[in-house]
């Protein structure tokens, strides 16, 4: 295929047909000038983004630009150098012993020989979706039987690529068929995660196995069900209508049902949760659990982990508690700190690895405190770390993550980033990060009072304002087509009384100023923001007398 390319610099948002590849090469002059094009845009976009969980206060990345003449790859295990000799492990390194000190959980002093409660993790290439796919994964293998990397087994059983699960007692033929629970709120990606390690959800297995015995009760909610079982995960406080935190209630009623029945229970909580920014109270919530599991058999259990040799045994709890903290895993934490310095006068509840149920927690580094490239962090506690299912003799270093190439990188921006703030730094940053989420959540709430009084077409009852405590989110009725484009408005429908309501939020992340916010302001305060008429789909919010 020939490809024309044009030698005039274009104008407008970029196009496929400026960046298709075919047997003519592009001259300098072309290249430069698409590339100009797109970086035009980004810009343009940057300066407004405001519906995402991402932060753009990215300056002090522009000197990393020398490191891109260098493939840095770490890969495999973090803290065993491998002969590919282009690595930035020292700084991984560095990171990881950052979120350990603040989540609680010290990195072993010699990784050869750590502690099972020692901290071990390793920087994600991609976001949090790789961290929490892992958790799952290392949650399937620990609840299933699978044997350890602190297990001995004998024959070939380490080499083995077939999934199998540990030979159940004869009493519990549930022992090893682990459940998932999660929230309504929960990211997508655990559904996902789900789907590739088929592990069950609660509402899969309680449809099909149990029809009609779900031990909570939604009906008049409007929450979709199968065989009586709520669709999509545990209920959250108030539906949707609510902050977006985990039911507790439900959720112990609801473990308690399938550990009565022998099921291991793998349990994720959310810190900053996708929509709503809503932070699960993990501590309050373990404390309920706790007694569950110890009636039903799930602590300090005795598992089989080794087909070849039955006598060998591993002892390992019947529970896996992850924490997805995409956003507020690297944010929560200076919260309380903030709190204790008397910058503000509470914190999110405890998440980390102060409670001991907790296995997992990730954190997405795009997100907070920021980097230019998607990446993260996974951290679990080393003595339920998963076996490798090979150990590759190319890479000399052990295949312990997920991916086999690793962004060095990734490893290289997030080290750049910490190392530019002291911890007093991030403390105020956190701080003010939520003095501005508050501040737009009061601005966004006597702005909807002031279209209810004028009788605003479409926000005739006001534009439904909603913030949770300490988030970072702030939602609100979708606006027009126009404004939603101009400031990156992110876009999802909840079901209040049972109708669809369109909502939008805001995300207020570092780069975020109250000049953007009060801009913002300023153009839903206009006649006709919110007029949604031309909108193909758009529900119109229903009026006052008809609520």
Not at 133 to 150: E, H, I, P, S, T
Not at 247 to 272: C, M, Q, S, T, Y
Request: proline letters at 7%; a negative charge.
């Amino acid at each position: 295929m020939t490809i024309e390319h044009s030698d005039t610099r274009p104008a407008g948002l970029p196009a496929n047909s400026d960046y298709r590849l075919g047997s003519v090469a592009y001259t300098d002059e072309q290249r430069g000038a698409v590339l100009a094009k797109l970086e035009g845009y980004l810009g343009e976009r940057r300066g407004r983004l405001l519906g995402y969980q991402v932060n753009l206060s990215l300056d002090g990345h522009a000197a990393l630009g020398r490191f891109l003449g260098y493939h840095i790859n770490n890969i495999g295990d973090p803290f065993v150098d491998s002969n590919y000799s282009l690595h930035s492990r020292w700084l991984e390194r560095a990171v990881l012993e950052h979120y350990a000190a603040l989540w609680h959980a010290p990195l072993p002093q010699d990784p050869a020989r750590p502690r099972d409660e020692d901290g071990w993790g390793y920087v994600l290439s991609m976001g949090s979706t790789e961290g929490n796919l892992y958790a799952m994964w290392n949650a399937r293998d620990y609840l299933d039987g699978n044997a350890l990397v602190r297990d001995e087994v004998s024959g070939d059983a380490s080499c083995r690529t077939s999934y199998l699960r540990a030979q159940h007692p004869d009493d519990n033929p549930n022992a090893y068929a682990p459940v998932a629970f999660f929230s309504q709120e929960t990211h997508y990606s655990h559904i996902k995660a789900m789907r590739v390690l088929d592990i069950p959800t609660f509402y899969d297995l309680g449809g099909s196995l149990y029809p009609g015995e779900c031990p909570i009760d939604v009906s008049g909610t409007g929450t979709q069900t199968y065989n009586g079982w709520p669709l999509g995960g545990v209920p959250t406080t108030g539906g949707d209508e609510g902050p977006g935190t985990v039911d507790v209630d439900a959720l112990v009623a609801l473990v308690e049902f399938f550990a009565a029945k022998g099921h291991p229970v793998l349990v994720n909580f959310n810190i900053g949760s996708v929509f709503k920014g809503a932070y699960d109270d993990v501590q309050g919530a373990c404390e309920r659990l706790r007694p569950v599991f110890a009636r039903h058999g799930l602590v300090d259990r005795t598992v089989r982990f080794d087909p070849d040799d039955p006598e060998r045994v591993s002892i390992r709890n019947g529970y896996w508690i992850h924490v997805d903290g995409a956003l507020g895993g690297a944010y929560a934490p200076y919260l309380e700190k903030a709190r204790d310095n008397g910058l503000i006068d509470s914190a999110p509840p405890v998440f980390d690895f102060r409670i001991p149920e907790v296995s997992s927690i990730v954190t997405s580094g795009h997100k907070y405190p920021g980097a230019p490239v998607p990446t993260g962090i996974y951290m679990s506690r080393a003595g339920s770390k998963l076996r490798p299912p090979s150990d590759p003799a190319v890479v000399s270093s052990p295949d312990s993550t997920f991916a086999g190439s690793r962004s060095g990188f990734a490893s290289l921006a997030m080290w750049n980033h910490l190392a530019q703030f002291s911890e007093e730094q991030q403390v105020r940053q956190a701080a003010e990060v939520l003095r501005i989420a508050e501040y737009t959540a009061d601005r966004l709430r006597n702005l909807s009072d002031r279209l209810k009084e004028r009788g605003e077409p479409w926000a005739e009852d006001g534009i439904e304002v909603g913030h949770g405590e300490h988030a970072l989110s702030v939602w609100f009725q979708q606006p027009c087509a126009e404004i939603t484009r101009k400031y990156s408005l992110a876009c999802v429908p909840l079901n209040l009384g049972g109708r669809r309501h369109d909502y939008s939020h805001i995300y207020v992340m570092p780069h975020v100023t109250q000049e953007l916010i009060d801009e913002l302001l300023d153009d839903l305060s206009r006649p006709g923001a919110f007029d949604r008429s031309d909108d193909k789909d758009a529900e119109r919010p229903p009026l006052p007398h008809q609520r």
